[in-house]
């Protein structure tokens, strides 16, 4: 007898969404927040400094399938850096699926940083849909907040260190409900210890790093997090694509 999850293969698209979507209330009022992770089996988070070698096709079609649904993707500065982020813009279907919702075609593109030590020539701005937020300090650098006030609009939560209690809240004040985030571990570090994770999507790549890489999470939180299953799907090449919902 063998105990295996229901594939992924057999849910279309809209399927798959709604199994991600179903029971994620509070979009009145403060907002949803989702992260979505990807790990190795024995904890990494990445491979090779990176986590776009783990996941695979399965992993990829959720992390797009989650973009569609969101108004903003928030993503912390070290992420975007390491990982090369480009601008926030979606392939054609899942604009189609947006326009047909009314939504708007992209979601906007938030990035947290409190040195602001990113490029406002990059492509992030240049080319975005959108016009991007960044979350930083009142703090942070004067001439480099006034460089990215050209192509973004930058937002002070905090004084010396940004808040992830008011990152949240500026983002629904902004009608921004739905708040999908895909990292980074530090900065799932601070969401986590403020008790702000209302959902993690984790994809478990079935491989052994074996080395030294980090887990998702990096940080301290006063207290455990309890998360309840919301549903375990197999993807290709034995990927477990896992939805838990904060227990509250
Ligand atoms: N497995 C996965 O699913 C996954 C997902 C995402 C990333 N990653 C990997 O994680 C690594 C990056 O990790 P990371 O921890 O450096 O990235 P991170 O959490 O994305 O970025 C950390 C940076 O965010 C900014 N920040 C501002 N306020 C913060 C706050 N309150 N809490 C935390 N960060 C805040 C700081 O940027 P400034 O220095 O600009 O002030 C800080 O250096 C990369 O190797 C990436 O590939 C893996």
Partial sequence: MTHLPGSVDDLSDDDL??????????????????????????????????????????????????????????????????EGYGPMVLHDPDVAWRRARGAADHPVFAIVTGSL???????????????????????????????????????????????PVLVRAALVDRGLARIHCEGGPSFLGSLVAADLVDELCLSIDPSLEGGAGGRIVHGSSPELRRMRLAHVLRGAGDVLLTRYVRAR
């Avoid at 190795?40 to 959720?62: F, H």
């Avoid at 942070?140 to 609009?153: H, I, K, M, W, Y």
């Fill in 117 to 163: 030590g990113l490029d406002p020539a990059s492509r992030v701005f240049t080319e975005a849909p959108v016009r991007p937020i960044v979350l930083t300090t009142s703090a942070a650098d004067p001439e480099r907040r006034r460089a990215l006030e050209a192509v973004a609009d930058v937002v002070s939560c905090g004084e010396d260190s940004v808040d």
């Fill in 17 to 82: 969404l709604a199994a991600y979507t179903d029971g994620a209330e509070g979009t009145a009022g403060g907002g949803w927040l989702r992260v979505n992770f990807v790990s190795s089996l024995d904890g990494s988070a990445t491979a090779a400094g990176r986590s776009g070698s783990l996941g695979g096709p399965d992993d990829l079609r959720v992390f797009d399938l989650l973009r569609r649904a969101a108004d903003v993707v928030l993503v912390a500065a070290g992420t975007v850096r390491d």
